[in-house]
């Protein structure tokens, strides 16, 4: 079991394949011909377009979305090409800025499996004024196995520094 086949079980609402949209979407691209990089990437945009949209009018909180997507096994199955790939860059991106969902172990999995992803991603998400998020400290814990991820690590606490005392400059 690879550690972000982990980090997705050890997930509180991890959904069987069964019940997972992304899942059965990457099935159904498969079924239809696609290989299994194009359907990943297929269930990449999915996400970042906001599916699913729930039934009728009910959609799903980014919060269900979220934790649907990085708990699949879409994620899971992920290759280093994979992750180098546009949307799952900007996936990635949108699971750093946000807070409400981490995946025990993603991103100590990711700064192993495709570093260079991890990083860009970390760079076009709010991560640098997030001072506590969770993911943020994640990559702090993960830095020493990375001169890569050491080094964006360096940046954000530059750059963050920089922001916090240019607003007590301002008063704000």
Same mark, same amino acid.
């Given at each position: 079991?690879?550690?972000?086949?982990?980090?997705?079980?050890?997930?509180?609402?991890?959904?069987?394949?069964?019940?997972?949209?992304?899942?059965?979407?990457?099935?159904?691209?498969?079924?239809?011909?696609?290989? !299994?990089? !194009?359907?990943?990437?297929?269930?990449?945009?999915?996400?970042?377009?906001?599916?699913?949209?729930?039934?009728?009018?009910?959609?799903?909180?980014?919060?269900?979305? !979220?934790?649907?997507?990085?708990?699949?096994?879409?994620?899971?199955?992920?290759?280093?090409? !994979?992750?180098?790939?546009?949307?799952?860059?900007?996936?990635?991106?949108?699971?750093?800025?946000?807070?409400?969902?981490?995946?025990?172990?993603?991103?100590?999995?990711?700064?192993?499996?495709?570093?260079?992803?991890?990083?860009?991603?970390?760079?076009?998400?709010?991560?640098?004024?997030?001072?506590?998020?969770?993911?943020?400290?994640?990559?702090?814990?993960?830095?020493?196995?990375?001169?890569?991820?050491?080094?964006?690590?360096?940046?954000?606490?530059?750059?963050?520094?920089?922001?916090?005392?240019?607003?007590?400059?301002?008063?704000?």
């Amino acid at each position: 079991m690879t550690r972000l086949e982990r980090a997705a079980s050890d997930s509180p609402d991890a959904s069987s394949e069964a019940s997972n949209y992304f899942d059965r979407l990457f099935t159904r691209s498969v079924a239809a011909g696609r290989t !299994d990089s !194009d359907a990943r990437t297929t269930a990449f945009e999915a996400y970042l377009d906001g599916k699913p949209n729930g039934p009728g009018r009910k959609k799903l909180t980014r919060t269900v979305r !979220d934790t649907l997507f990085w708990s699949s096994r879409v994620v899971e199955a992920c290759t280093p090409k !994979d992750w180098s790939g546009e949307a799952a860059i900007l996936a990635l991106a949108s699971y750093l800025s946000q807070t409400q969902v981490s995946i025990a172990g993603l991103v100590h999995a990711l700064v192993g499996v495709a570093p260079d992803a991890l990083v860009l991603a970390a760079r076009r998400s709010e991560l640098v004024l997030l001072v506590q998020s969770p993911h943020r400290k994640e990559l702090v814990d993960c830095s020493r196995r990375n001169e890569e991820v050491a080094e964006l690590c360096r940046v954000l606490d530059i750059f963050a520094n920089a922001h916090r005392e240019r607003r007590e400059e301002l008063g704000c």
